[in-house]
């Protein structure tokens, strides 16, 4: 197959590799599991290898764009035959992403990961919302921690309802607990954003985020009584924490109260 592309021209051959031709660029990749890794290599069955989708970018780099676990597996195990690969010539590092994304669906690939490949591919919103978590000091990761954030799809949410208003609970959020990982949790995250969309401009951002920072027992203990105030009203946990957070923003308030969140 060849295919004519902005860059020049795309061509893909079946070719057959062995271990220790290959390459993983880590940039592109999402993160490797090991523990699946080893579960393969003990239980290693090379007809389970099928066929690795790859990407010719020199005789030393013929990245792995799809199959990474396998060949890890492969490797692992000591295997020494051949293995079957699609590999493709011309490919851009953003068309490695795009055809990572068509090669593998949401069963297969966690939201992180379409993410970062997303962030490759060059994808606008996903562009957006990594500079906005940059500028508030986080970055997207698997790994709970210190300025992590896992909830990418309760990112991803509330980015669909209104880009600022995402943008703004990322800086609530942040300001009133910090950089630690309950902070962005996906529930605390939509509630808090839902409230922005809605009230847009009524809300006084660094007011919502000291009373917030307040709150007894921090970003668990205000997710926790949200969660115990669902027996008896309607709704989700965002929801419920958003109710929690118009009650919270709206004491001693007159004339700038919120309406009720219902």
């Known amino acids: 197959m060849s295919n004519p592309t902005k860059t020049g021209l795309v061509t893909d051959e079946i070719v057959e590799v062995k271990v220790g031709d290959l390459w993983v660029d880590p940039a592109v990749q999402r993160a490797i599991k090991k523990h ?11 007809t389970a290898l099928g066929v690795l989708t790859t990407s010719f970018r020199s005789p ?31 490919l851009t590092i953003a068309q490695e992403a795009a055809l990572f994304r068509k090669l ?21 919103a996903a562009l957006h919302m990594s500079a906005i978590l940059t500028t508030e000091g986080w970055t997207v990761s698997p790994y709970s921690g210190e300025g992590r954030l896992t909830a990418v799809s309760s990112l991803e949410r509330v980015y669909s309802l209104d880009p600022n208003a995402a943008k703004a609970a ?18 605390l995250l939509v509630g808090v954003g839902r409230v922005v ?22 970003p668990d203990a205000l997710v926790g009584h949200a969660r115990g105030l669902m027996a008896t009203r309607t709704g989700n946990l965002s929801t ?3 109710r929690v957070i118009v009650q919270l923003y709206n004491q001693r308030r007159r004339s700038t109260a919120l309406p009720p969140w219902e």
């Not at 699946?36 to 090379?46: E, G, L």
């Not at 593998?104 to 606008?124: L, M, T």
Request: aromatic share 8%.
């Open 170 to 187: 990322i800086h609530v959020l942040t300001i009133a607990f910090g950089h630690r990982p309950a902070a962005m949790q996906g529930s």
């Open 240 to 242: 419920s924490i958003a």
């Open 36 to 46: 699946r890794v080893n579960t393969m290599a003990a239980n290693f069955d090379p």
């Open 104 to 124: 593998n669906d949401a069963d297969k690939v966690s939201a992180v990961d379409r993410f970062i490949v997303a962030c490759v591919e060059q994808d606008p």
């Open 197 to 218: 969309a809605k009230f847009k401009l009524d809300v006084d951002l660094d007011d919502l985020a000291q009373r917030l920072s307040k709150f007894p027992g921090g």
């Open 60 to 90: 030393r780099r013929i990245h792995v764009i799809d199959g990474q676990h396998r060949y890890r597996a492969a490797e692992a195990a000591g295997w020494t035959g051949k293995i079957i690969t699609h590999q493709y010539k011309g």
